[in-house]
């Protein structure tokens, strides 16, 4: 047995296994002890039995260890060096589950890290500075913490980030950090005069402090269960908080009825807001009709209904099915990925969507919400009564626009158009290349826009080729 | 009224907005720098309060004065409650010594509507332009969005603001209409949507200003009206996925001093809502559907959680193979998660899973023990009855007292 002492820490600690581990020195041939060698007296005895280390043989560890050793060596328990080695032994003779939370070292060495980890971000929460008078010169703010673990120089980067030019001293029982308000230093062991003006500063704000952690406090729904499990009751007497904490919660639970408002806030007098109820309301424009229509049921899940957009002179109307994803939360039609490839397509058949007017013939999404992550926002396509129930706002368009040419952009459109009591039996295929006159116009038919961006390869050649067709037909027919 | 009268009159007002998050905003520091404040997309809880909640953010009304009668809602014009203002300065001054101090992560400022839905959003904005510009602070601010504001005003919010939010306030249209008049489900549905497509549009854009960069949350209040958890999770999911919440808060319904006949005297079981937020996170965390989870009309059972129900009610899925099955399967077993789902995985790359893994994982047994299978260990009582496990599994009363 031999004894192995670790004077400065972790780069220590790894120094001396790297020896050991390359000298094939196995963990339970060895003890480790903090302090310089010679301060134990059996050290001598113990001696270095295990001979020279061999030729240096390469150590290959995966790229992940040193860092997760380093932090759980800053949990303070006896074994931490004995623990560390032989999770690197184990590692580096090839057995990986050390590392692992589900392995008895692995579980443990997670463990300490976890618990590490957590008392870095306690400090990072609990710290609480306090401020100094602008005569007794840096650092301006101060404060005291007694962490369970080596973490300080974990959390020293983080105040740095938060508190920019202001100076700040953390005083811990055995070292200290300070910020000159550019970079930091670490003080070890905590200077004893640090730690006293650490200790001793107090400050008004924290009165403040409490009168509104006293208010935020609900004690209809006190659980100092739940309180205490998220801060550690350790904290508590450095916390300016700490002193209520038992106190809100003894007088929650006796107060009768429970209530929700903070004592001092029952204690002060009312005041109704005197206005009437007419003045209150707010001044919202008028809705549209068509953003009030209850015809059907799709605006209950819709963020709003999309009114076609364009010259109300125009000479050709783009009819789609139904709003989708974007423009139902823009309230504007065809903005979207399909608008942009139907602009694309206009501007091949030298057509300006300025100059087109632009549609739907449903104006609010249907879509159904699914389980998925991120959870689903599916597109449905409208059925024949809700095609029914919307086609008022087209004639509406219709007539208001009255263009000589319609594009068609899909099936929906289509029946809308033809006024087809039963949109599924009717084939967009049959339409396609064959305008037809209808109610006093030309109904050309194209594939929709959303259809060819959810196809590929020859038959996503073929939608755009038929879209295309379309719309130099439209704008033929419109020059007639 | 001196600072300290008005900071408890306005605290009060504002601690029914459960929401206290710090998360989810960039990358920003100053050290070295002239200003205050960082973020780091994790939020920090400074303190809790005997209630068990984060304290993470200095939440405050700008005023309690409110033009609204919203029923459920302690600031409400007819209620009889001390009523209070903050100067934009005020609120400023007490973010900065908060935060100095390490008391806070950030603001979440709301306020009761004075004058204008305009008039109230333009305060709000003002307070967080002087601390972003006058004052460089680097901090976390989350503004309430007044939905009736107009949508230059949202949009220069999200300028400031990590995260924003709008509150649904209730699940259903028709219960808004009752309880809060003023309110408008279309004007809050039209907010978020503008709010969801400001933060994709800087998103897409590298070189955009930064919109909203915590995304946007909301708030619904559970128990005011008799909605049962069905509607309010099939709500919730379609708030999701309609305009990408990072979350919905579900805030128990509190009776309000002098409450008005319209709401109830009595506060739903505060299980109920720890229920809710179980349920919510399944669908946010697990990829779990409000209909899985709820498939009929009705609440959530109190005596169980949301996913023990769901695997109660699928048993034919049930044993799990831990050493075969996917994922994100392990991850639906009842008592492992997705962190212990993930470790499973990774630890059966190197070997065989054995039950004494379990158990060192802190995998709550005595609930797993029916679900799975590892290498050394089957359920003997793979046939158990589902009624009998269920017994056997539900919260006994003394420990749901304990919880609350």
Same mark, same amino acid.
Request: with cysteine; proline share 7%.
């Given at each position: 047995?031999?004894?192995?002492?670790?004077?400065?820490?972790?780069?220590?600690?790894?120094?001396?296994?790297?020896?050991?581990?390359?000298?094939?020195?196995?963990?339970?041939?060895?003890?480790?002890?903090?302090?310089?060698?010679?301060?134990?007296?059996?050290?001598?005895?113990?001696?270095?039995?295990?001979?020279?280390?061999?030729?240096?043989?390469?150590?290959?560890?995966?790229?992940?260890?040193?860092?997760?050793?380093?932090?759980?060596?800053?949990?303070?328990?006896?074994?931490?060096?004995?623990?560390?080695?032989?999770?690197?032994?184990?590692?580096?003779?090839?057995?990986?589950?050390?590392?692992?939370?589900?392995?008895?070292?692995?579980?443990?060495?997670?463990?300490?890290?976890?618990?590490?980890?957590?008392?870095?971000?306690?400090?990072?929460?609990?710290?609480?500075?306090?401020?100094?008078?602008?005569?007794?010169?840096?650092?301006?703010?101060?404060?005291?913490?007694?962490?369970?673990?080596?973490?300080?120089?974990?959390?020293?980067?983080?105040?740095?980030?938060?508190?920019?030019?202001?100076?700040?001293?953390?005083?811990?029982?055995?070292?200290?950090?300070?910020?000159?308000?550019?970079?930091?230093?670490?003080?070890?062991?905590?200077?004893?005069?640090?730690?006293?003006?650490?200790?001793?500063?107090?400050?008004?704000?924290?009165?403040?402090?409490?009168?509104?952690?006293?208010?935020?406090?609900?004690?209809?729904?006190?659980?100092?269960?739940?309180?205490?499990?998220?801060?550690? *009751?350790?904290?508590?007497?450095?916390? !300016?908080? %700490?002193? /209520?904490?038992? &106190?809100?919660? #003894?007088? @929650?639970? =006796?107060? $009768?009825?429970?209530?929700?408002?903070?004592?001092?806030?029952?204690?002060?007098?009312?005041?109704?807001?005197?206005?009437?109820?007419?003045?209150?309301?707010?001044?919202?424009?008028?809705?549209?009709?068509?953003?009030?229509?209850?015809?059907?049921?799709?605006?209950?899940?819709?963020?709003?209904?999309?009114?076609?957009?364009?010259?109300?002179?125009?000479?050709?109307?783009?009819?789609?099915?139904?709003?989708?994803?974007?423009?139902?939360? *823009?309230?504007?039609?065809?903005?979207? !990925?399909? %608008?942009? /490839?139907?602009? &694309?397509?206009? #501007?091949? @058949?030298? =057509?300006? $969507?300025?100059?087109?007017?632009?549609?739907?013939?449903?104006?609010?999404?249907?879509?159904?919400?699914?389980?998925?992550?991120?959870?689903?926002?599916?597109?449905?396509?409208?059925?024949?009564?809700?095609?029914?129930?919307?086609?008022?706002?087209?004639?509406?368009?219709?007539?208001?626009?009255?263009?000589?040419?319609?594009?068609?952009?899909?099936?929906?459109?289509?029946?809308?158009?033809?006024?087809?009591?039963?949109?599924?039996?009717?084939?967009?295929?049959?339409?396609?290349?064959?305008?037809?006159?209808?109610?006093? &116009?030309?109904?050309?038919? @194209?594939?929709?826009?959303?259809?060819?961006?959810?196809?590929?390869?020859?038959?996503?050649?073929?939608?755009?080729?038929?879209?295309?067709?379309?719309?130099?037909?439209?704008?033929?027919?419109?020059?007639? | 009224?001196?600072?300290?009268?008005?900071?408890?009159?306005?605290?009060?007002?504002?601690?029914?907005?459960?929401?206290?998050?710090?998360?989810?905003?960039?990358?920003?520091?100053?050290?070295?720098?002239?200003?205050?404040?960082?973020?780091?997309?994790?939020?920090?809880?400074?303190?809790?309060?005997?209630?068990?909640?984060?304290?993470?953010?200095?939440?405050?009304?700008?005023?309690?004065?409110?033009?609204?009668?919203?029923?459920?809602?302690?600031?409400?014009?007819?209620?009889?409650?001390?009523?209070?203002?903050?100067?934009?300065?005020?609120?400023?001054?007490?973010?900065?010594?908060?935060?100095?101090?390490?008391?806070?992560?950030?603001?979440?400022?709301?306020?009761?509507?004075?004058?204008?839905?305009?008039?109230?959003?333009?305060?709000?904005?003002?307070?967080?332009?002087?601390?972003?510009?006058?004052?460089?602070?680097?901090?976390?601010?989350?503004?309430?969005?007044?939905?009736?504001?107009?949508?230059?005003?949202?949009?220069?919010?999200?300028?400031?603001?990590?995260?924003?939010?709008?509150?649904?306030?209730?699940?259903?249209?028709?219960?808004?209409?009752?309880?809060?008049?003023?309110?408008?489900?279309?004007?809050?549905?039209?907010?978020?949507?503008?709010?969801?497509?400001?933060?994709?549009?800087?998103?897409?854009?590298?070189?955009?200003?930064?919109?909203?960069?915590?995304?946007?949350?909301?708030?619904?209040?559970?128990?005011?009206?008799?909605?049962?958890?069905?509607?309010?999770?099939?709500?919730?999911?379609?708030?999701?996925?309609?305009?990408?919440?990072?979350?919905?808060?579900?805030?128990?319904?509190?009776?309000?001093?002098?409450?008005?006949?319209?709401?109830?005297?009595?506060?739903?079981?505060?299980?109920?809502?720890?229920?809710?937020?179980?349920?919510?996170?399944?669908?946010?965390?697990?990829?779990?559907?409000?209909?899985?989870?709820?498939?009929?009309?009705?609440?959530?059972?109190?005596?169980?959680?949301?996913?023990?129900?769901?695997?109660?009610?699928?048993?034919?899925?049930?044993?799990?193979?831990?050493?075969?099955?996917?994922?994100?399967?392990?991850?639906?077993?009842?008592?492992?998660?997705?962190?212990?789902?993930?470790?499973?995985?990774?630890?059966?790359?190197?070997?065989?899973?054995?039950?004494?893994?379990?158990?060192?994982?802190?995998?709550?047994?005595?609930?797993?023990?029916?679900?799975?299978?590892?290498?050394?260990?089957?359920?003997?009582?793979?046939?158990?009855?589902?009624?009998?496990?269920?017994?056997?599994?539900?919260?006994?009363?003394?420990?749901?007292?304990?919880?609350?």
């Amino acid at each position: 047995m031999r004894t192995v002492f670790i004077e400065r820490g972790f780069e220590d600690w790894r120094r001396q296994s790297r020896q050991l581990l390359q000298a094939g020195i196995a963990p339970h041939e060895l003890t480790w002890t903090n302090g310089q060698a010679g301060s134990d007296l059996f050290a001598a005895a113990a001696g270095d039995d295990g001979g020279t280390p061999g030729p240096p043989r390469p150590t290959r560890v995966p790229r992940e260890l040193p860092a997760l050793l380093e932090c759980a060596s800053r949990f303070r328990a006896g074994d931490r060096w004995a623990l560390l080695y032989r999770v690197l032994w184990r590692v580096a003779h090839g057995d990986r589950s050390a590392m692992l939370a589900g392995d008895r070292d692995g579980g443990e060495l997670q463990r300490r890290i976890r618990q590490v980890r957590r008392e870095a971000h306690h400090m990072e929460a609990f710290v609480r500075f306090r401020e100094r008078p602008q005569t007794e010169g840096a650092p301006r703010f101060v404060a005291w913490h007694e962490p369970a673990y080596d973490v300080l120089e974990l959390v020293t980067e983080h105040f740095l980030a938060r508190l920019g030019r202001v100076g700040w001293l953390i005083a811990t029982p055995d070292a200290a950090a300070q910020s000159n308000g550019v970079e930091a230093r670490l003080l070890h062991p905590c200077p004893p005069e640090l730690a006293a003006m650490a200790r001793s500063t107090a400050d008004d704000t924290d009165e403040l402090w409490r009168a509104y952690y006293s208010s935020t406090f609900n004690p209809a729904r006190v659980n100092a269960g739940l309180a205490r499990q998220h801060m550690p *009751a350790r904290f508590w007497k450095h916390l !300016p908080e %700490g002193v /209520l904490i038992a &106190r809100l919660a #003894a007088n @929650a639970q =006796l107060s $009768r009825p429970h209530r929700s408002q903070a004592a001092a806030v029952a204690e002060k007098v009312g005041q109704q807001v005197q206005v009437c109820t007419e003045q209150a309301r707010p001044k919202r424009p008028l809705p549209s009709s068509l953003e009030t229509c209850r015809n059907c049921a799709l605006w209950r899940d819709a963020t709003c209904a999309v009114p076609g957009e364009g010259p109300k002179t125009a000479g050709l109307m783009l009819v789609g099915e139904q709003p989708g994803d974007q423009e139902d939360l *823009a309230g504007r039609p065809f903005i979207g !990925p399909a %608008g942009r /490839l139907l602009d &694309r397509q206009l #501007a091949d @058949a030298d =057509l300006r $969507r300025a100059e087109v007017y632009v549609t739907n013939a449903v104006k609010h999404f249907k879509w159904q919400a699914g389980g998925g992550l991120p959870p689903l926002r599916r597109h449905r396509t409208p059925d024949a009564e809700e095609i029914a129930a919307c086609r008022p706002w087209l004639e509406q368009e219709l007539a208001q626009v009255r263009p000589r040419v319609v594009v068609a952009l899909g099936r929906t459109a289509l029946a809308a158009l033809l006024q087809a009591s039963d949109p599924t039996r009717l084939r967009l295929a049959d339409f396609l290349g064959r305008p037809r006159w209808h109610n006093g &116009r030309w109904v050309v038919a @194209a594939p929709h826009p959303a259809a060819i961006l959810r196809s590929e390869g020859t038959l996503r050649e073929r939608l755009i080729g038929e879209l295309q067709t379309a719309l130099r037909q439209a704008a033929t027919l419109q020059a007639d | 009224m001196d600072l300290t009268d008005k900071l408890i009159v306005l605290a009060d007002a504002a601690k029914y907005d459960v929401s206290c998050a710090s998360s989810g905003a960039p990358l920003r520091s100053s050290k070295g720098r002239e200003g205050l404040g960082a973020s780091n997309g994790a939020g920090i809880c400074h303190s809790f309060t005997p209630d068990g909640r984060c304290v993470s953010l200095l939440k405050v009304l700008l005023t309690n004065f409110c033009l609204y009668d919203c029923q459920y809602c302690v600031n409400r014009r007819s209620s009889d409650v001390p009523r209070a203002r903050f100067t934009p300065d005020e609120v400023v001054r007490l973010t900065l010594d908060f935060y100095r101090r390490n008391l806070v992560s950030g603001l979440f400022l709301s306020s009761g509507i004075i004058r204008s839905a305009d008039y109230t959003m333009e305060q709000l904005v003002g307070v967080a332009r002087l601390l972003r510009k006058t004052h460089a602070f680097r901090g976390y601010i989350h503004l309430k969005t007044i939905p009736d504001a107009a949508p230059e005003l949202i949009a220069e919010a999200g300028l400031y603001a990590d995260r924003l939010s709008v509150n649904i306030e209730l699940p259903t249209e028709s219960g808004l209409e009752r309880l809060a008049p003023e309110k408008n489900g279309q004007s809050i549905r039209r907010a978020m949507g503008r709010i969801r497509l400001g933060v994709e549009e800087s998103g897409d854009e590298p070189r955009a200003p930064r919109f909203a960069p915590a995304g946007q949350s909301t708030q619904m209040i559970v128990g005011a009206d008799p909605t049962d958890d069905h509607t309010i999770l099939d709500t919730a999911q379609r708030l999701y996925g309609a305009y990408s919440l990072r979350r919905v808060y579900y805030s128990a319904f509190s009776p309000i001093p002098q409450s008005p006949g319209s709401v109830p005297r009595q506060a739903p079981p505060l299980l109920r809502e720890h229920r809710l937020y179980q349920a919510d996170f399944l669908m946010r965390g697990y990829g779990f559907g409000a209909a899985e989870l709820l498939p009929a009309p009705g609440n959530l059972p109190l005596d169980i959680d949301p996913k023990l129900a769901w695997a109660l009610n699928h048993r034919e899925q049930f044993p799990v193979d831990l050493n075969r099955a996917e994922a994100m399967l392990i991850a639906r077993v009842p008592g492992i998660g997705v962190r212990n789902a993930k470790r499973l995985v990774q630890l059966r790359r190197e070997r065989r899973i054995r039950y004494e893994d379990l158990v060192r994982l802190r995998c709550p047994m005595d609930k797993l023990r029916a679900f799975v299978v590892v290498q050394d260990y089957r359920p003997p009582h793979g046939d158990l009855e589902t009624g009998l496990l269920r017994r056997a599994l539900a919260d006994s009363p003394k420990t749901q007292l304990a919880l609350w």
